[in-house]
Nanobody, 115 residues
Framework: QVQLVESGGGLVQPGGSQRLSCKASGSIQNIYAMRWYRQAPGKQRELVATITHVGNTNYAGSVKGRFTISRDNARNMVYLQMSSLKPEDTAVYYC?????????WGQGTQVTVSE
């Protein structure tokens, strides 16, 4: 079993920055990729950013240039640095780990961008 725990959510003003963290623990071997998803109220969950086991990254068009995903392999951590935040970035953000044949999810952390 794999457990994922996100942290770093909260209330932030438009234009501000926030960093999300996700700690993976448990039976972790051969991670293919780690990802951040988000789900806004009334909308489907969407993929925000991916980082593979070799460090390749990919971003949703709506966050490209504003968000940066990174990982610390030694600590099984993945981060999402968010800047120039907009109200439409408001969502529950979920960490996901892809172990080639299985995927696991965290419980999510709320990010609210508002005055």
């Amino acid at each position: 079993q794999v457990q994922l725990v996100e942290s770093g959510g909260g209330l932030v003003q438009p234009g501000g920055s926030q960093r999300l963290s996700c700690k993976a623990s448990g039976s972790i071997q051969n991670i293919y990729a780690m990802r951040w998803y988000r789900q806004a109220p009334g909308k489907q969950r969407e993929l925000v950013a991916t980082i593979t086991h070799v460090g390749n990254t990919n971003y949703a068009g709506s966050v490209k240039g504003r968000f940066t995903i990174s990982r610390d392999n030694a600590r099984n951590m993945v981060y999402l640095q968010m800047s120039s935040l907009k109200p439409e970035d408001t969502a529950v953000y979920y960490c996901n780990v892809d172990l080639w044949d299985k995927q696991y999810w965290g419980q999510g952390t709320q990010v609210t961008v508002s005055e």
